[in-house]
């Protein structure tokens, strides 16, 4: 057996823990934000199965059907405009086609996946949009992937970049417990990954993004994931706070929604995740869930 | 020399009459509309230039750069919330990788291409979208291709389906005069390629769309070409005038925004348009001209 196997139930139990943590400190700051006349948001859930005729969603066709299914919670608050927070645990057979692209799926086209996908839009345009996901994926072989990114609706801004600095410094302490190279690989990775090859832009300030993560030691990369997990849950709520009383003026909150736009193009146009779960009998309201809520392009 | 060649400069002139036409009836729409505080819309025209340096954009690498260029005239009204209309005219030699996907490429991948294409956004949400594009494409072959389809908000209203009878039945006569079989093969083809197959919806209420079409007679095909123009030159402004004084309210205006998610799901994941225009050098600022200037996913 795999060693990936005998972690695919603590896996998926850790990505469900962080899941109802995350929600918890969001509500919270919900709370916390008296300024708004709209009463605090709240999670709702929805829980999805994998639909089993959907062979057409398990890449074309010629995949065996699969199961699973998962739960997404949204929430369209005062501070958290919209906020969606996925976990999945789906398995099945990829078609041919898409399993020629997948290590170790070739041969044998098995697969089963777990993960927390995150993505959150807000009302203030002082506030960074972030994205985090963590997943554990196996085939004849296994790993873990993941990352966490940050975007603010003025990059440029000093503040923009204090926040950066500061979301990466709490990442790349993350990094450095494991291995003193993660850090820049996977910032170097997330830079090149969130990246607008059509506008020659990138999408945000970055963060960390990792792939294929598997170092031989399959319980340390999952200590390592969850280290990233708990970073993104110490350092996004404390960003948030120190920007959420920010005033903001039309102009800025005009020039949001069109940096919108970008988060859109980049989504449909290159995410690998986007496609991945069309591809794989993803619920598509879940997978759709990252497009921010109000967009703009004049 | 192909008969193609001999029609590159009277094509290249009539897509820019259409187009001044176009412009001038469209904003002859924003005249009659007294109802608005706002002044009438005009129409504002950039001149693009296709960047010689840019062999990344004429299809990865590889490609000879060319060169050509296009107009794009935008124009924020009062009852064409944004609507685009852009020809362009462009030549020069595909990258292998795309070459072997287009007619006639495979060995010499040298192409010109000249056309035209609209995108219109209503104001209001009673008044359908529209997109119109024809063109002439030439490789070592040569070819027309274009369409016109419809996107009313509400496409199961008796109104939006009274609307495209209208749409479909001029489209049915330019298009009967050349062919029997034209009508319902590109009514067909145009409902098999406006599909989100992600959402398993159509994205409006169709028309026509048609593709490589060389019958053999050039000068009869690029007849019908023009005929496909003026076909859209005729109705689509009537459509307008039918629709544009309905008082509408905020849940149907909410309604537009939402139904334009589709629109920009369908432009970035499935159309081949965008794809081809990103592929050879097109103006990014015109390709995605075709995107709505407010959307909502809530």
Same mark, same amino acid.
């Given at each position: 057996?795999?060693?990936?196997?005998?972690?695919?139930?603590?896996?998926?139990?850790?990505?469900?823990?962080?899941?109802?943590?995350? &929600?918890?400190?969001?509500?919270?700051?919900?709370?916390?934000?008296?300024?708004?006349?709209?009463?605090?948001?709240?999670?709702?859930?929805?829980?999805?199965?994998?639909?089993?005729?959907?062979?057409?969603?398990?890449?074309?066709?010629?995949?065996?059907?699969?199961?699973?299914?998962?739960?997404?919670?949204?929430?369209?608050?005062?501070?958290?405009?919209?906020?969606?927070?996925?976990?999945?645990?789906?398995?099945? *057979?990829?078609?041919?086609?898409?399993?020629?692209?997948?290590?170790?799926?070739?041969?044998?086209?098995?697969?089963?996946?777990?993960?927390?996908?995150?993505?959150?839009?807000?009302?203030?345009?002082?506030?960074?949009?972030?994205?985090?996901?963590?997943?554990?994926?196996?085939?004849?072989?296994?790993?873990?992937?993941?990352?966490?990114?940050?975007?603010?609706?003025?990059?440029?801004?000093?503040?923009?970049?204090?926040?950066?600095?500061?979301?990466?410094?709490?990442?790349?302490?993350? &990094?450095?417990?494991?291995?003193?190279?993660? $850090?820049?690989?996977?910032?170097?990775?997330?830079?090149?990954?969130?990246?607008?090859?059509?506008?020659?832009?990138?999408?945000?300030?970055?963060?960390?993004? $990792?792939?294929?993560?598997?170092?031989?030691?399959?319980?340390?990369?999952?200590?390592?994931?969850?280290?990233?997990?708990?970073?993104?849950?110490?350092?996004?709520?404390?960003?948030?706070?120190?920007?959420?009383?920010?005033?903001?003026?039309?102009? *800025?909150?005009?020039?949001?929604?069109?940096? =919108?736009?970008?988060?859109?193009?980049?989504?449909?146009?290159?995410?690998?995740?986007?496609?991945?779960?069309?591809?794989?009998?993803?619920?598509?309201?879940?997978?759709?869930?990252?497009?921010?809520? *109000?967009? =703009?392009?004049?």
């Amino acid at each position: 057996m795999l060693p990936h196997h005998a972690l695919q139930e603590p896996a998926r139990a850790w990505f469900e823990a962080l899941r109802t943590r995350i &929600c918890a400190a969001f509500e919270a700051i919900e709370d916390e934000d008296d300024s708004a006349d709209a009463p605090p948001g709240r999670f709702q859930a929805t829980s999805w199965r994998r639909p089993q005729e959907s062979g057409a969603r398990a890449g074309d066709d010629g995949g065996d059907d699969g199961g699973g299914g998962g739960e997404m919670r949204v929430m369209r608050g005062r501070v958290f405009e919209k906020v969606g927070v996925n976990v999945s645990t789906v398995w099945g *057979e990829f078609s041919p086609d898409f399993a020629a692209q997948i290590p170790g799926a070739a041969e044998d086209r098995r697969f089963w996946a777990s993960g927390i996908s995150l993505v959150a839009h807000m009302r203030n345009p002082h506030v960074p949009a972030v994205h985090m996901n963590t997943r554990l994926i196996v085939t004849t072989e296994g790993w873990f992937a993941g990352g966490a990114d940050i975007t603010p609706a003025a990059p440029e801004s000093a503040a923009a970049k204090a926040d950066a600095a500061l979301f990466h410094d709490r990442l790349r302490a993350a &990094c450095d417990t494991f291995d003193p190279d993660y $850090y820049p690989r996977f910032k170097d990775w997330c830079d090149r990954y969130f990246y607008l090859p059509h506008r020659g832009e990138r999408r945000g300030l970055g963060g960390i993004f $990792y792939d294929h993560l598997r170092s031989g030691d399959a319980a340390r990369d999952f200590a390592f994931t969850r280290a990233v997990g708990e970073a993104f849950l110490d350092i996004y709520p404390a960003i948030v706070r120190r920007r959420m009383r920010t005033r903001w003026t039309d102009t *800025e909150r005009e020039h949001l929604l069109i940096r =919108r736009g970008r988060y859109v193009e980049f989504n449909l146009l290159h995410d690998r995740g986007t496609l991945f779960g069309l591809k794989t009998g993803g619920n598509i309201e879940a997978i759709l869930m990252s497009l921010p809520p *109000e967009v =703009r392009w004049p």
